[in-house]
C-alpha cells in the first residue's frame, strides 16, 4: 500500500484522496480561487474539510502559463499568514506548500505545512532540494520544461509520455538516493504540454504507477478542458470531474483541485465502480 509521512501521520492510498488548492494571491488562472483576505480564507478551508479534503495546497503565486514571477519575500508574506491562520483554526488539517523557493519550504514547514509541491523539480532553485532532505518531508515531484514564464514555447516532444516517465523515474530515484524518502509523481498537465499532450498522458496514467509512488492528477479547470469545450474556467467543473474520474480509472492516487465535494464524489463512485468489476472472474 502506498503512503506518506506528514510530520508522523501516516497518510495511506488506499483509495484516492484529495489536495484542495487555495491561492493566496490576486492573479491566479481561475478566478475563483483567488483568495487575498483571511476571513474568506478561513471560509474556503473549512469548506474543503468538511467536504473531505485530505491536503490543502497553499500557494502564494501564479504558475500559469507567461505568469511573472515574485520573489520568495512576497511569496512569504501571503503564504506564511495563510499557514497560520489555518492551522489555528483546524490544527489537524494538512497543509501542503506550493512554491519552488527554498527559503519559502524552510519557512513553511516551520509554521506548520507538512508536504513541499514543487512545480520545477528543484530547477528553479538550486537549494531547494536539499532543503527538502533537510526538513525531512513528502515531495511532490512535477514534470515542467522551462519555467511558467517560458514552458508553452517548449511544448515539443517526440513521445510526451515516455519523455515524462522517463524524467519522473530517473529524478524519483535520484532524490530517493539522496535522502527524501516520500515523492509524489506529477505528470505536470498543462506545464509545457498541448492538450494532445494532456489526453495522451490521461490516457497512459497507469503507466505512472510502474513508479511505485503515489501519482496525483491535477487538471482541475485547466484549458485542455475549457478550451476543448469552448467555455472558460469558470464554467469547467463537469469537464473537470469528467477528467478526474479517467485520471481514476487509471491509477490516479491524489487529485488536486479547486472543487473538493465534487472530487471526493468521483472517488467514491470510482472506487465502488472498481469494487465491482474487481469482483467478476476474468473473461
Do not use: W
Not at 513521445?159 to 535520484?174: A, N, P, R, Y
Request: with cysteine.
Amino acid at each position: 500500500m502506498l503512503s506518506i509521512n506528514c510530520k508522523g501521520r501516516l497518510i495511506t492510498f488506499d483509495e484516492p484522496r484529495v489536495m484542495g488548492i487555495i491561492n493566496f494571491t490576486p492573479d491566479s488562472f481561475y478566478s475563483g480561487s483567488r483568495i487575498q483576505a483571511i476571513d474568506k480564507l478561513l471560509a474556503e478551508a473549512e469548506k474543503m474539510l468538511t467536504d473531505g479534503t485530505t491536503f490543502i495546497d497553499i500557494g502564494g503565486q501564479s504558475t500559469r502559463p507567461n505568469s511573472e514571477r515574485i520573489n520568495s519575500d512576497k511569496e512569504l508574506s501571503r503564504v506564511i499568514p495563510a499557514i497560520e491562520a489555518i492551522l489555528k483554526r483546524f490544527p489537524e488539517a494538512l497543509i501542503s506548500i506550493d512554491t519552488y523557493y527554498a527559503k519559502v519550504a524552510k519557512e513553511a514547514v516551520a509554521a506548520g505545512a507538512c508536504i513541499v509541491n514543487d512545480i520545477s523539480a528543484g530547477s528553479m532553485d538550486e537549494n531547494l532540494i536539499e532543503t527538502v532532505i533537510e526538513l525531512n518531508i513528502p515531495y511532490v515531484l512535477m514534470h515542467m520544461k522551462g519555467t511558467p514564464e517560458t514552458m508553452q514555447q517548449q511544448a515539443m516532444y517526440e513521445d510526451v509520455v515516455l519523455e515524462v516517465f522517463d524524467f519522473l523515474s530517473f529524478k524519483t530515484k535520484e532524490l530517493q538516493q539522496k535522502g527524501i524518502k516520500d515523492i509524489i509523481v506529477d505528470v505536470g498537465f498543462g506545464f509545457a504540454k498541448t492538450a494532445e499532450h494532456n489526453f495522451n498522458l490521461l490516457q497512459s496514467l497507469s503507466y505512472f504507477q510502474h513508479l511505485d509512488v503515489p501519482v496525483l492528477a491535477g487538471l482541475s479547470r485547466k484549458a485542455t478542458i475549457y478550451k476543448t469545450l469552448g467555455i472558460d474556467a469558470t464554467e469547467a467543473l463537469n469537464g473537470t470531474t469528467v477528467l478526474n474520474t479517467i485520471a481514476l480509472l487509471n491509477g490516479a492516487s491524489l487529485l488536486r483541485v479547486h472543487d473538493v465535494k465534487e472530487a471526493v464524489q468521483a472517488i467514491k463512485l470510482v472506487t465502488a465502480y472498481k469494487k465491482i468489476r474487481s469482483s467478476y472472474p476474468a473473461s
